[in-house]
């Protein structure tokens, strides 16, 4: 990886947020004792997925944000729009597929769960939206180890991946600094 | 999205079985040829094939280790579904009789059952497809078929189990013969399709392959002598020219006349002849058997394919169609990303209950029961081509350039409700139960919301119990239903 697509990602502080309770609730839900899940849950499972390329979090590079989520619980329906830093962003596919991913992973079954490009983010929004809804091709992909291994470090705990991938960096300049002189 | 029609209640799908066993989600199911066996393969790597224990109407003793039966499920009270057709009780004790397992590396996407029952294809992620024999009361791999570049979607045998198709996310299909002593020798590898192909099917009178796509488009297939060429592709042509998404599953009706498609775009297409508005009416769709009983008479002719879009089923679906199956009574079962299971058929629903009714004290009766004769319809008040048949969803059906003669009601004619020579009896090939009006406008008959806990991945009709439905999903069951 010798070439990143985007060398100069912006960077953004990580959100603080406080969660308000809001009076409307589902009465049934809160008979049963669960919350609705809403937009800010699902953004606290997401924020924090590393980038394949950069050493930061979605959240820091914009990919994702809470006001990009809609969250629909009655219906179990979660759709997510994310938006690569760059328009030709060939890491966008791997993104997507980790979204689907951990939210595969961190909600009940009975969700139905959509990710999707922000309209007019990449160039080729219709192909990887599409990919990324067919459950058949995202299944497959799932089975081929590197692909796995290389979703799985995006989901890793950022310490670990951040430490990794700074040190990547680090290699980086050091071997550009050797090269120069 | 979608208003439920009062009409809709008088059928209805009731669950008779819930098979349990899988360990991961359950792409598809096959029945065998005489409808005694349901195979079923999923992402655990391995097939399971289940039957029903001979007579049992009561509840099973000790379970055997292999036996996986759970009968009804919460919400289905099976003192209250006790009905009264002694065919198939409804409680029914299916049970796990087979696993077929360490054979491949990856998730079985599909299986087929050779015409004669006695083999069994699977199909893998793993690239290859596997042949299977029943050695005594033991499952063996006899075979393997390479060469697939990557996964594998779908195999098929054709009606006289000399050839088998495959297709996968290369985008090719494969044409296998089947030679003496198990082996298979590819025949020739069709490109053609620019993307995955999720599905191909035989025509039933052979001769005719059709596969589905994620380019959005159908191609058929057939041999010229030296090789197989796409005969006609279906959509790919831009707007209006048939589905504007993957399609995932094919179906041919009983007669082989017409073909039914379901995409990712959330609709379901019929597609014919252009020649079938010529000469309406029942008697040109008789089957006799051999592809001489078809294409007679101004119908669709499988080596010279001509099919275009009559109809298109819309507004039913909210998320992709996954699979459906056109079956020997003529409706049309489908299963969706929804976790739905509807039903669609021709003409009026509750002329259809009368005459499911009628079957059902029929083959209470036994054999010796009189036949009903040609009932002639009168819910036809609807021009075909009308719109809406008794679902909520827009039926939209597009009119023949050449005119149909079935255009109107016909009452006359006798557009028979129940096709019936006096010599075919429920569940014995595809002229016996046809609840459905030849002509008439398209509706949805019946709709199981929640049908599985999760997106329903195949529907298949019993061959020989037309009103038995199998089904499975992505929450790791397979499900039998009955037509009520």
């Known amino acids: 990886m010798s070439e990143l697509i985007n060398p100069n990602p912006i960077v953004h502080e990580r959100k603080s947020t406080i969660r308000i309770k809001s009076d409307h609730r589902n009465e049934a839900l809160v008979a049963e004792g669960r919350e609705p899940i809403d937009a800010l849950e699902i953004f606290d499972h997401i924020r924090d997925i590393n980038d394949p390329e950069h050493p930061y979090t979605l959240e820091q590079l914009n990919v994702v944000s809470e006001d990009q989520i809609e969250v629909d619980d009655d219906r179990g329906r979660v759709s997510v729009q994310f938006t690569p830093t760059v328009a030709h962003c060939s890491m966008a596919t791997l993104i997507g597929l980790s979204l689907r991913v951990k939210l595969m992973r961190c909600l009940p079954p009975r969700f139905k769960i959509d990710i999707k490009l922000s309209p007019g983010s990449h160039s080729s929004e219709a192909a990887v939206n599409k990919q990324l809804a067919d459950k058949e091709r995202v299944a497959a992909a799932l089975e081929n180890p590197n692909l796995l291994s290389m979703v799985n470090r995006c989901l890793s705990p950022p310490q670990e991946s951040v430490n990794e991938q700074q040190q990547q960096q680090q290699q980086r300049n050091v071997g550009e600094a050797a090269t120069a002189s | 999205l979608f208003q439920p029609c009062q009409k809709m209640d008088c059928l209805s799908l009731e669950l008779v079985a819930s098979l349990a066993g899988h360990q991961d989600r359950v792409w598809s199911v096959a029945w065998s040829p005489k409808g005694d066996f349901l195979a079923s393969c999923s992402g655990d790597k391995t097939v399971r094939i289940w039957t029903r224990r001979a007579g049992a109407t009561s509840p099973p003793a000790a379970a055997a280790p292999s036996a996986a039966t759970i009968t009804g499920n919460d919400s289905v009270n099976p003192t209250t579904c006790a009905g009264s057709n002694t065919i198939i009780g409804a409680q029914q004790q299916w049970y796990c009789c087979a696993i077929l397992d360490q054979c491949h590396s990856r998730t079985i996407r599909n299986i087929a059952w050779s015409p004669n029952g006695k083999a069994l294809a699977t199909a893998s992620f793993d690239a290859t497809v596997a042949i299977w024999e029943l050695a005594g009361s033991v499952w063996e791999q006899v075979a393997e078929l390479e060469g697939h570049e990557n996964e594998v979607k779908c195999v098929t045998w054709n009606p006289d189990g000399r050839l088998i198709a495959t297709c996968g996310r290369d985008r090719s299909v494969w044409i296998w013969e089947s030679l003496p002593g198990r082996e298979f020798e590819c025949v020739d590898v069709k490109q053609g399709h620019t993307q995955d192909v999720k599905a191909v099917r035989w025509h039933p009178a052979g001769e005719l392959l059709v596969s589905a796509s994620y380019d959005d488009t159908i191609k058929l297939w057939n041999y010229d002598g030296d090789e197989w060429v796409c005969s006609q592709t279906l959509g790919g042509c831009g707007p209006g020219s048939g589905h504007s998404s993957t399609v995932w599953d094919v179906s041919w009706d009983p007669d082989g006349q017409r073909l039914a498609s379901c995409s990712d775009d959330l609709t379901i297409k019929l597609w014919e002849s252009r020649a079938a508005g010529a000469a309406p009416g029942p008697g040109r769709l008789a089957v006799s058997g051999g592809s001489g009983g ?98 909520g969803g827009d039926t939209t059906e597009v009119d023949p350039d050449d005119g149909s003669g079935a255009s109107g009601p016909d009452a006359d004619a006798g557009v028979s409700a129940l096709r019936d020579d006096g010599k075919e009896r429920l569940g014995k090939g595809s002229t016996g139960l046809r609840p459905g009006q030849e002509g008439q406008p398209w509706g949805l008959w019946t709709r199981v919301q929640s049908a599985h806990d999760a997106d329903v991945n195949c529907v298949r009709w019993n061959p020989a119990h037309p009103r038995l439905l199998a089904s499975c999903s992505d929450d790791r069951l397979v499900k039998l239903w009955w037509l009520r």
């Open chain 2, 294 to 391: 078809y294409g007679g008479g101004g119908g669709l002719v499988p080596s010279r394919p001509d099919l275009r879009c009559g109809t298109t089923l819309s507004g039913y679906h909210g998320r992709t169609i996954f699979s459906l199956d056109w079956g020997p009574t003529g409706l049309i079962a489908s299963g969706d990303g929804e976790d739905c299971i509807c039903v669609f058929g021709q003409g009026d629903p509750e002329m259809a209950r009368v005459v499911l009714r009628a079957s059902e004290e029929e083959a209470r009766q036994g054999p010796a029961g009189t036949n009903t004769s040609s009932v002639s319809c009168d819910g036809g008040d609807e021009r075909r081509g009308g719109g809406g048949g008794s679902g």
